[in-house]
C-alpha cells in the first residue's frame, strides 16, 4: 500500500503549514530518519523527518504550497508497488481532508483549490471510458487487481473512473455501489464547495479597507508566521480589555552592578550580562512575589500559575518569536543569561522546536537596544501580563533638591483587566522598580 506523508502538527496551535522546500525529489529513495522537507508553522520553520522508506513517488504540495495539518502532502511507494498507486492515493485523500472542512482554517483556501485540482486530474471531466483493451485484458491498477482478487470482486463488471477508464483502488472498494454515489463523494463538483461547508465565512475574510496600489508599490506576501502574528495580535486587542501603567526606574544602581559582575564573569566562565539578563531576573522574582499577575483568564475561572515561564520577545527576519525560559523561579542569572542567548541565537537560525514556545506565564519584550525610550506593548494571549523594556537614557533628574545627571529606564507592564486589577498591577511592577533599583536583591 502507498504510504501516505501527511503535513505534521508541529505546534500545539498549528492548524496548517507551508512548504519551504523539499530536500528529496519525487524518485528519490527514503530512509526512515531522513530530513525531506522544511515546513514553517506558525511559530518558526521546522525539519520535516521521514518515519517510513520506501521511494518517494509523488509530492503533491510543492514549495510554497499550504495544506492543512494532516492532509497528504506527498506519498512513498513500498518495495514492488507501481507509481499509478501513489497517484491514487494522493487523489483519494486529499480530498477527503478538504470535504471534511470541519477545523480547516480560512487559509486552507489554496490547499483545497490543489485538493480539487489532484482529483479532477485523476478522474477526468470526460464520462468514464471502456477498462477493456484490446484482447480482452481489464485495464486495473495493481492495487486494484490485489484488492479484487481478495475481496472475490469481478473487474469485468466494473467501471473504471481512472484515466482513460483504468479501475482503481476506489472502484473495487465501491462495488457494489452506483457509480453515481460514488462520484457524489469524490468529484471536483462535490469538493469545490466545500471551503464554504459551514458557511461561507469558512473562506470569507474579514471586512478591511483595501489600500490603493500605486505603480512602483510592492506586494510582499504573508509568510505563515506574518499571518499567524496579524491574527493573534488582532485578537489581543480585539477580546482582551488592555490597561496600561509605566514607571520611570533609577538604573544607575544596575549600571555599575552589571560593571562590577561582568569585570568578574570575564574572568572566570566568559559570560557576558546584558541588561535585558537583569530584567528578566527582576521580572521573574516580581511574578514570584506577585501571583495575581502571573496568571490567565480562563472562561469561568483565573489559573494562578505555579511555575514562571518568562516568554522573550525575539525579532526575526519575518516577525517575533517568543521562546520560553521554562521554570523560570529555579534558576540563576547565569543560566537565563545563558539560556536567552543560546534561544536568540538559534531562533534566527530558524532552529528552535515547537516544545520551547511552550509554558510561557508572563512576556518580556525589550526596544532599548533601538533606543526607543518607552512603549506599550500588546498582551500576549493566554497570558495576562507582558512588560515592555525602553533603553537607558542619561537625563537631568533632581536630587536632594539638586539637578544631577542620572540613568533612567522606562518600564510599562499591559495588563488583561478580567484577570489584573490596577492596584495589582501597580504592585507589580513596582516590584521589578524595587530590585533593579537595588539589583544585589536577586544575586542572593
Given at each position: 500500500?502507498?504510504?501516505?506523508?501527511?503535513?505534521?502538527?508541529?505546534?500545539?496551535?498549528?492548524?496548517?503549514?507551508?512548504?519551504?522546500?523539499?530536500?528529496?525529489?519525487?524518485?528519490?529513495?527514503?530512509?526512515?530518519?531522513?530530513?525531506?522537507?522544511?515546513?514553517?508553522?506558525?511559530?518558526?520553520?521546522?525539519?520535516?523527518?521521514?518515519?517510513?522508506?520506501?521511494?518517494?513517488?509523488?509530492?503533491?504540495?510543492?514549495?510554497?504550497?499550504?495544506?492543512?495539518?494532516?492532509?497528504?502532502?506527498?506519498?512513498?511507494?513500498?518495495?514492488?508497488?507501481?507509481?499509478?498507486?501513489?497517484?491514487?492515493?494522493?487523489?483519494?485523500?486529499?480530498?477527503?481532508?478538504?470535504?471534511?472542512?470541519?477545523?480547516?482554517?480560512?487559509?486552507?483556501?489554496?490547499?483545497?483549490?490543489?485538493?480539487?485540482?489532484?482529483?479532477?486530474?485523476?478522474?477526468?471531466?470526460?464520462?468514464?471510458?471502456?477498462?477493456?483493451?484490446?484482447?480482452?485484458?481489464?485495464?486495473?491498477?495493481?492495487?486494484?487487481?490485489?484488492?479484487?482478487?481478495?475481496?472475490?470482486?469481478?473487474?469485468?463488471?466494473?467501471?473504471?473512473?481512472?484515466?482513460?477508464?483504468?479501475?482503481?483502488?476506489?472502484?473495487?472498494?465501491?462495488?457494489?455501489?452506483?457509480?453515481?454515489?460514488?462520484?457524489?463523494?469524490?468529484?471536483?463538483?462535490?469538493?469545490?464547495?466545500?471551503?464554504?461547508?459551514?458557511?461561507?465565512?469558512?473562506?470569507?475574510?474579514?471586512?478591511?479597507?483595501?489600500?490603493?496600489?500605486?505603480?512602483?508599490?510592492?506586494?510582499?506576501?504573508?509568510?505563515?508566521?506574518?499571518?499567524?502574528?496579524?491574527?493573534?495580535?488582532?485578537?489581543?486587542?480585539?477580546?482582551?480589555?488592555?490597561?496600561?501603567?509605566?514607571l520611570e526606574v533609577d538604573a544607575a544602581p544596575l549600571?555599575?552592578?552589571?560593571?562590577?559582575?561582568?569585570?568578574?564573569?570575564?574572568?572566570?566562565?566568559?559570560?557576558?550580562?546584558?541588561?535585558?539578563?537583569?530584567?528578566?531576573?527582576?521580572?521573574i522574582n516580581a511574578s514570584v512575589a506577585v501571583p495575581?499577575?502571573?496568571?490567565?483568564?480562563?472562561?469561568?475561572?483565573?489559573?494562578?500559575?505555579?511555575?514562571?515561564?518568562?516568554?522573550?520577545?525575539?525579532?526575526?527576519?519575518?516577525g517575533l518569536v517568543t521562546p520560553v525560559v521554562k521554570?523560570?523561579?529555579?534558576?540563576?542569572?547565569?543560566?537565563?543569561?545563558?539560556?536567552?542567548?543560546?534561544?536568540?541565537?538559534?531562533?534566527?537560525?530558524?532552529?528552535?522546536?515547537?516544545?520551547?514556545?511552550?509554558?510561557?506565564?508572563?512576556?518580556?519584550?525589550?526596544?532599548?537596544?533601538?533606543?526607543?525610550?518607552?512603549?506599550?506593548?500588546?498582551?500576549?494571549?493566554?497570558?495576562?501580563?507582558?512588560?515592555?523594556?525602553?533603553?537607558?537614557?542619561?537625563?537631568?533628574?533632581?536630587?536632594?533638591?539638586?539637578?544631577?545627571?542620572?540613568?533612567?529606564?522606562?518600564?510599562?507592564?499591559?495588563?488583561?483587566?478580567?484577570?489584573?486589577?490596577?492596584?495589582?498591577?501597580?504592585?507589580?511592577?513596582?516590584?521589578?522598580?524595587?530590585?533593579?533599583?537595588?539589583?544585589?536583591?536577586?544575586?542572593?
Amino acid at each position: 500500500m502507498p504510504i501516505q506523508i501527511e503535513m505534521p502538527k508541529l505546534s500545539d496551535t498549528m492548524t496548517e503549514g507551508t512548504v519551504v522546500r523539499w530536500l528529496k525529489k519525487e524518485g528519490d529513495e527514503i530512509e526512515i530518519g531522513d530530513i525531506i522537507a522544511e515546513i514553517e508553522t506558525d511559530k518558526a520553520t521546522m525539519e520535516m523527518e521521514a518515519f517510513d522508506e520506501g521511494l518517494l513517488s509523488k509530492i503533491s504540495v510543492q514549495a510554497g504550497g499550504k495544506a492543512p495539518v494532516g492532509s497528504v502532502i506527498a506519498v512513498l511507494l513500498e518495495d514492488g508497488e507501481e507509481a499509478e498507486s501513489a497517484g491514487e492515493a494522493a487523489a483519494q485523500t486529499a480530498p477527503a481532508a478538504a470535504v471534511s472542512g470541519e477545523s480547516a482554517p480560512p487559509a486552507a483556501t489554496q490547499a483545497l483549490e490543489q485538493a480539487a485540482a489532484i482529483v479532477q486530474k485523476s478522474q477526468g471531466s470526460a464520462p468514464a471510458a471502456s477498462n477493456t483493451l484490446t484482447g480482452g485484458r481489464i485495464k486495473a491498477s495493481p492495487l486494484a487487481k490485489k484488492i479484487a482478487e481478495s475481496q472475490g470482486v469481478d473487474l469485468a463488471s466494473l467501471s473504471g473512473s481512472g484515466p482513460g477508464g483504468r479501475i482503481v483502488k476506489a472502484d473495487v472498494l465501491g462495488a457494489p455501489a452506483s457509480a453515481g454515489a460514488r462520484s457524489t463523494a469524490t468529484s471536483p463538483a462535490a469538493v469545490s464547495p466545500a471551503a464554504g461547508a459551514s458557511g461561507t465565512s469558512a473562506v470569507a475574510a474579514p471586512m478591511a479597507i483595501s489600500p490603493v496600489v500605486s505603480e512602483g508599490d510592492q506586494k510582499v506576501q504573508l509568510s505563515g508566521m506574518r499571518r499567524i502574528i496579524a491574527e493573534r495580535l488582532l485578537t489581543s486587542k480585539t477580546t482582551i480589555p488592555h490597561f496600561y501603567l509605566h514607571l520611570e526606574v533609577d538604573a544607575a544602581p544596575l549600571m555599575s552592578l552589571r560593571k562590577q559582575v561582568n569585570a568578574q564573569a570575564e574572568a572566570t566562565h566568559g559570560n557576558k550580562y546584558s541588561v535585558n539578563d537583569f530584567v528578566v531576573k527582576a521580572l521573574i522574582n516580581a511574578s514570584v512575589a506577585v501571583p495575581e499577575a502571573n496568571a490567565s483568564f480562563n472562561g469561568d475561572h483565573i489559573v494562578q500559575f505555579a511555575h514562571v515561564g518568562v516568554s522573550i520577545a525575539i525579532a526575526v527576519d519575518d516577525g517575533l518569536v517568543t521562546p520560553v525560559v521554562k521554570n523560570a523561579e529555579k534558576k540563576s542569572l547565569l543560566t537565563i543569561s545563558k539560556e536567552i542567548k543560546e534561544m536568540a541565537a538559534r531562533a534566527r537560525e530558524n532552529k528552535l522546536h515547537p516544545n520551547e514556545f511552550d509554558g510561557g506565564t508572563v512576556t518580556i519584550s525589550n526596544l532599548g537596544a533601538w533606543g526607543i525610550e518607552s512603549f506599550d506593548a500588546i498582551v500576549n494571549p493566554p497570558q495576562a501580563a507582558i512588560l515592555s523594556v525602553g533603553g537607558i537614557m542619561e537625563k537631568a533628574v533632581v536630587q536632594d533638591g539638586e539637578i544631577v545627571p542620572g540613568l533612567r529606564m522606562n518600564l510599562g507592564v499591559s495588563c488583561d483587566h478580567r484577570v489584573i486589577d490596577g492596584a495589582v498591577a501597580a504592585k507589580f511592577l513596582g516590584e521589578i522598580k524595587r530590585l533593579l533599583e537595588s539589583p544585589t536583591l536577586m544575586l542572593v
